[in-house]
């Protein structure tokens, strides 16, 4: 499918286009759904012929009137934050079963989950659900993306001189893969001040929670990124004072779900080889943000601190690493809506990162800030690897490839005492 008349000049192409083109061609309708400013609306326009835009007050009081006024244009028709104008997504549906050839007819964007309870039908067979998060190194132009995650599925690698250094790493964590800012130099803090006031002056109270609260949640979120926090953790960093522990977690708890209806917060599940296994239902998810700059803008830190704090700078290139990682593993073939997932037992064991196809197939991926660190890796991927084949339930003893992504590196290589590759996060691709 080419780009339609409304493509943005100067338009950057994006992972997600390819798999927005596909399932155009399979469903009536696609909902492209993300967190604020990831660039929706742009790569939507890239693929429309018209638009409405419900975020108006003239076309939000007519879809409020008659919602399938929302639906009038030239196909594919995008309808922007129709969340706002729940019946739209029924009026969509409709729209669909009326026409046997209607593939490739709507578009949808939003920024929240909508209120379920407005809505009568799911759209399962209708309306694609496609996630989109902000920009990834490869596609801000940071990762060379010479080193591919589907080409390691494929067991193909050459190894890479990069030569990274920690510096550049610092500045793509603070300044965020926001596509406004892609041709900017530097962080600019000032862009994430505006995107908070917008969360917590607008999106949270609309939610009937109070932004102060959520505010604090956020913070206790930031502050442990990466860690399957407890809410009574969370609750407690918040300030969500109670007559009851239970309450104030239950408060918490609120404000998360919030946070990640909103798609600010995303959750990683817990990943075990036995396909039926309990345990990916009891591990508590790991909570990351939609972008590594709100994190760092939440902790206000700067470059030039993270450069300067070794601990924290590993905790939020982690974030970095798994923002990336879930964008390109969600882009490969034969990849589930929700392919990555992290490994924690009872033994102490944790990797950070398992990436899982449809097929079973799989790879455990560890993630450092510098080369020091990757022996310790190499022990981590060692232990799950003999875990795995040692279970007699696994359907997949064997991984396709391990693989230990750093910050600071000289080449992407492979490990052979290891059977594990080396891959600096700024050589890594879908």
Known sequence: MPYGNLKPEGYISRIVDSKLERLLGLFGAVEVAGTMWCGKTWTSLARAESVTRIGLSGPRSAAEADPSTALIGARPHLVDEWQDVPAIWDEVRAAVDADAASQGSFILTGSAEPNKDKVHHSGAGRIAKLRMSTMTLQETGVSSGAVSLAGLFERRFEPQLVQQKLEPLATAVCKGGWPALAVSEGAQPEYLDSYFEALFGVSIPRKGLISRESRGVALSLARNIGAAAKLATIAADAQLSSSSP????????????????????????????????????????????????????????????????????GMLFESLAIHDLGVYARALPGAPAEPLFYYRDSDGLEVDAVVELRDGRWAPIEIKLGENKVPEAFESIARLRRKVAANPAARNPEPVFSAVIVGAGEYARYDRDADTYVVPLTSLGV
């Open 246 to 313: 239970k309450i104030a977690a239950e408060r918490a708890s609120a404000h998360i779900s919030a946070l990640e209806d909103l798609y600010v917060v995303e959750p990683i599940k817990g990943w075990d080889a036995p396909i039926r296994s309990r345990s990916r239902l009891r591990t508590k998810p790991k909570r990351y943000f939609a972008d590594p700059s709100l994190a760092a803008s939440l902790l206000q830190v700067t470059p030039e601190r993270l450069l300067g704090d070794g601990q924290l700078f």
